[in-house]
Structures are given as C-alpha cells and as structure tokens.
C-alpha cells in the first residue's frame, strides 16, 4: 500500500504495460488507414489520464447529484461552449460515452416506441444505430431505408425524396460511416420537411471537416446532430449530441438519466482539450491535408488497376472494390495480406454487394491517422502504389518482404509519441 499513489504501471502490472507499449509500438510501427481512426495529441492523451476518473458528475453543470463537483463543472462547462463555437449549434451535450449513445439519444427524444424511421442502409454506407434489425433502432422502431444508386454509388436525392413519402418517418437519419462523397444536408431537410419528419444528422465521420468549413454544415438544417469525437475531430473515444434549443432539456434528460449514468468527466476533459485544438487554425491547414492526401491515395490507388466506388471522394474516405466482380479478391483477404505488410485498413461491403459482410468486395480507407502524422501526397502516393501491388499480389513473398521495408522506412521518417515508448528490455527486467 506504501506506493499506492505513486507506483508506476510497469511495476504494479507488467503484463498490461507491456500490451500498452506494444500498442504504442504498433500504432508506430504502421501504417494507420482505418477511417475511423485518428492519433490524439499528447495533451489529450493526458486530460484523459488524469484524477477525474475518480468523480462521479451525475446531472449536468451546477445541477449535480453529488459534492465536489466545482471542478467538473469547469472542464464540462468548457467543453460545452467550445462545442458550441466549433459547430455553431444552439445546445451540445458532451456527456455521451460514443456516438451509438448520443444516437439513441436523438432516438428517445425524438420519438416515441414503434415510430418510423428511415435510415441509411448500413450496406450503402449507413451506421447500425441508424435502423439495422439487430441495434436498439431496429428493434424498438419501425425502419425504412434508402441506399446509394446502382450506377453512380451516390446518394439518390430524388429517390429518398420517394421513399420519405412513401413511408412517412418521423425521423429521417442522414450520416454515414463508409459514404465518400458530400452529403447534401440542404436537400435532406428540405425532404425531411415536405413529410413532417425531423432529421438527425450523424457526422461521426466528417465532424473535423464541418468544424472547418470543409464539408457543408448539417446544423442549420437538421434538428438533432451527433458526432463521435475521435474520428476526424481527432479527440478521444467518446461522443456528443447536439440539437435546436428548443429539444435542449428533453435531449439532456434522455442523455441523463435516459441512457447513461454518471458522465465520464476525464473524457470530457479530453473533449475539451481537443475541442480547443480544432478552433485553432492549424486544425484547418490538418482538415486540408486530410482532403489532398485522399485524393492523391485515389490517384494512386487508380493508377495501380484498382477500381474506387463512386469513382472517388470529397471527404477523408475512399472505398475501394477489391473484389471486381471475382477477378480480384475479397475485402477479407486485402485486409489480411495488408495486415502482414503492417498496413492497416478495414474490410467493408461495397455498395450491392454480392459477397457477405464478414467477406465483403471492398476495403475503407482513410487518411486522418497518417495525415496526423504529417505524411503529404508524396506519401500517399507510394502507400497508394504499395496497396496496389499487395493486393494484385497477396502471395508474393518478394512483394511482401519489399513492401515491408518499406513500410517501415516511411514510418521511421514520421515519429509519434517518443515519451509514451518503454523500452521493452526494462520491462522485462520486472518480475512477472
Ligand atoms: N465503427 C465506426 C467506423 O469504423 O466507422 C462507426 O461506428
């Protein structure tokens, strides 16, 4: 108990700090192109790491059920109003542990059990909490769905426009999580109004680009907005909901005590340590580079055979079909044979696809993580060309083994988190 406040990790337990330095060696040792993920700043990573975790917050700012919570009330206050100046949204709620908890959320104060819905297809690019049979939105409301069309592997406007009124939702879904090019908000409320219905946007994905004026803002036309914060916003693992004033108490009472308890106030912390990040200009000049480098990945990953759905991307995404109609090879199989070259990415159905999910046609990229980093177009253009040959390839141990120098030659060129890097040796040393 001596050393109760003061023992390091790799003394008290060994075998977690050498999994979390692994990670650490992984992140670093890699090449990161999952969409959905993105680096955080040391200065996040220490919000989050802090004595907050020891406090219960239940309630919201100066209406708490429990003492001491002056100090909470600071970082949660601080992170509502950056918020608030960062979205231009009348009322954000930052308590959500992630994004599938500010969705049902929007859900239960916008709706009452058994209401329609119409939600993206997750196969088109959807999210599960936006209707799928087996998520809490499928099961406790009645679902419709629109998808992308067939040719263009695009939002059809004109055919969501049918669908609104042939099914009447009281709550139109907009947002995705694997749809690459610009979701015209404008046009889903205006279809959103023609039927009653009130619209959510999730911007889980592009919420970095909103932030920064790069991708049209869904505030002025949706109701109810939610976002993850560790995407493109490049804060740490959690969620926020955000609505008009007028749903602002309902909204906070199905966040507390609808569906959560006590908030995670060393998370709200980091929220608002990247919140006041992505107000800086920086976080612009990051959010451009985002968007060239997944135009030179798109380039490249043309220019290697490879077909890209929709022909391309606006935003930090790209969908890549792998599977070509059988002449190339499944998302499952790219996903592996790019993981043993240390390149990350995520299998991912391509729109009407005809193989399952858990094998899929295609492969989601996305170019936050490595943009983070500090890797320009010169970069993406030799991953590009790398993915390319992997997956014309994936059995070549030739390929493999130069690709992998490779990987980590660039790798070496861009350094993340020096500090948080043990060496394994001293961990060894402790008893296990
Ligand atoms: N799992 C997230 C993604 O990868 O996009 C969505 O929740």
Request: charged letters at 45%; proline letters at 0%.
């Given at each position: 108990m001596e050393n109760f406040f003061s023992a390091d990790i790799a003394t008290v337990d060994p075998l977690i700090s050498r999994a979390i330095d692994d990670e650490v060696r992984r992140q670093t040792d890699g090449l990161e192109l999952i969409a959905s993920e993105n680096f955080v700043s040391e200065a996040v990573l220490q919000a989050m790491g802090t004595a907050f975790t020891n406090k219960y917050a239940e309630g919201y700012p100066a209406k708490r059920y429990y003492g001491g919570c002056e100090f909470a009330d600071v970082v949660e206050n601080l992170a509502i109003e950056r918020a608030k100046q960062l979205f231009g949204c009348d009322h954000a709620n930052v308590q959500p542990h992630s994004g599938a908890q500010a969705n049902m959320s929007v859900l239960l104060t916008a709706l009452e059990h058994g209401d329609q819905i119409l939600g993206m297809n997750l196969s088109h690019g959807g999210h599960l909490t936006h209707g799928h049979p087996l998520n809490f939105s499928g099961i406790n409301y009645r679902v419709a769905d629109y998808g992308v069309n067939k040719?263009?592997?695009?939002?059809?406007y004109d055919e969501l426009q049918r669908i609104a009124e042939e099914s009447r939702p009281k709550l139109l879904i907009c947002g995705a999580s694997a749809y690459p090019r610009t979701i015209d908000f404008a046009r889903i409320g205006e279809i959103a109004r023609s039927v009653g219905a009130k619209v959510m946007a999730d911007i889980a994905h592009i919420a970095g680009l909103v932030a920064t004026g790069l991708h049209p803002s869904p505030v002025p036309h949706c109701e109810f907005v939610t976002t993850t914060t560790h995407k493109t916003l490049r804060g740490p693992r959690g969620g926020m909901a955000m609505c008009k004033e007028e749903f602002a108490a309902d909204l906070n009472r199905r966040v507390f005590p609808g569906v959560q308890g006590g908030p995670l106030v060393h998370i709200i912390a980091a929220k608002a340590v990247s919140f006041g990040e992505a107000l800086r200009p920086e976080f612009k000049s990051y959010q451009q580079q985002v968007l060239a480098n997944a135009q030179a990945l798109v380039s490249a990953l043309k220019g290697a055979g490879l077909r890209i759905v929709s022909g391309g991307t606006d935003n930090h995404l790209l969908l890549v079909d792998v599977f070509m109609d059988g002449k190339g090879i499944t998302g499952k199989a790219a996903e592996k044979a790019l993981d043993e070259v240390r390149i990350t990415v995520n299998k991912n159905t391509i729109p009407f696809?005809?193989?399952k999910p858990f094998i899929a046609s295609g492969i989601r990229l996305g170019t936050p993580a490595l943009t983070t980093r500090g890797m320009k177009e010169a970069e993406m253009a030799r991953i590009g060309s790398m993915i390319g040959e992997v997956i014309q390839d994936p059995e070549s141990d030739e390929v493999r083994t130069r690709v992998k120098r490779e990987v980590a030659e660039i790798t070496a060129r861009f350094p993340m988190y020096p500090s948080r890097l043990r060496s394994n040796d001293a961990v060894d040393k402790v008893s296990m």
């Open positions: 040719d263009t592997e695009q939002i059809d696809d005809t193989n």
